[in-house]
């Protein structure tokens, strides 16, 4: 923050408050809060699900009669921010209901069902390849456990540093990039705006924050657009832009640690492990394509999720091995 182009020793501030934060609900809901987690997440779900349900029916009848002066495009990206939400927690609260027997895992099999429908609505698919994303790594890691903890962890942490250079192979083929919706080819225009910027102070980056300064017209398909709003819409990218290599580095080492301690943790736990994974894999598509790292209803969102996924560690018996 104290290179920043913006004032951002306030939000600097705001998310170390977070920070601290989630770390001190994480420590409850993995310890003597367990019980009290897993059945706020599934409520949580459970009252999320039909609400969610009724503006994509409606459409948008229940936020259109609270804020009707407010335009229908604000009113479906937030109903699309709901959604992440809900697809980030699903994991966890699917899992704790599967904790508590095999009667109850229908009604999660019903919750992720649900989830999944949801994640099709509200004008975005991030939330749908988030999705997927995390139901594979769900089904793997109920099989694999650590294994997966590594692979998912390890995998984040390798976009971490490879997203710089890895973003343009993606759109290098020229079908492919004329072939994407308008929005991703935008998307591709503020990524590569974004690279440039990174180029230009690849060590240190531009300081917190510093893609809110940042912008200017770009054309994607002969449309004038605008090159950066307040994020790059990848929060590997945002790192490298603002925190550069070192805030990089840093990112991918925490990745791993982490990764180090659940697989530890979790090893022998295949639920927790799950909900783990698919949680990692969920909120990792989306943080890559989407909203801000620092945005702190997100970052309040990775907590909540965090210590739902360690209330199932802290309640699941780990499983018996077939030999010693």
Not at 158 to 167: G, K, S
Not at 237 to 261: F, H, R, S, Y
Not at 283 to 312: L, P, Y
């Amino acid at each position: 923050s104290t290179w920043s182009p913006y004032a951002a020793r306030t939000p600097a501030l705001k998310l170390a408050a977070l920070m601290v934060g989630g770390l001190l609900f994480a420590t409850y809901a993995s310890g003597q809060g367990a019980r009290l987690t897993l059945a706020g997440a599934a409520a949580t779900a459970l009252v999320l699900i039909p609400l969610l349900a009724i503006e994509a029916a409606t459409p948008l009848l229940l936020n259109r009669t609270a804020q009707p002066g407010i335009d229908d495009g604000e009113l479906t990206r937030n109903l699309s921010r709901g959604s992440a939400f809900l697809v980030t927690l699903s994991w966890g609260a699917a899992g704790g209901l599967m904790l508590l027997g095999r009667a109850w895992a229908v009604l999660a099999l019903a919750l992720l069902a649900a989830t999944l429908a949801l994640s099709t609505q509200f004008d975005t698919w991030a939330n749908l390849v988030a999705f997927a994303a995390g139901a594979i790594a769900f089904a793997l890691a109920r099989a694999l456990p650590a294994a997966m903890i590594w692979l998912t962890t390890g995998g984040l942490a390798v976009w971490v540093i490879a997203a710089p250079f890895a973003t343009p192979l993606l759109f290098a083929n020229q079908r492919i990039a004329d072939a994407m919706p308008l929005s991703w080819a935008h998307r591709s225009g503020i990524w590569s705006y974004t690279i440039e910027k990174i180029r230009e102070e690849p060590l240190t980056g531009h300081g917190l924050e510093a893609s809110r300064t940042l912008g200017e017209p770009i054309l994607v398909r002969g449309i004038e657009m605008f090159s950066m709003g307040n994020h790059p819409h990848s929060a590997s990218l945002q790192i490298w832009l603002e925190l550069g290599g070192i805030g990089a580095a840093l990112a991918a080492l925490m990745l791993l640690v982490g990764g180090a301690w659940l697989a530890r943790a979790y090893g022998e736990r295949p639920i927790a492990a799950a909900a783990a994974c698919a949680t990692l894999a969920t909120a990792g598509v989306i943080a890559n394509v989407s909203f801000s790292a620092w945005a702190e209803w997100w970052v309040a969102t990775a907590f909540i999720a965090a210590g739902v996924v360690g209330a199932i560690g802290a309640l699941e018996a780990p499983r018996k091995r077939a030999f010693g």
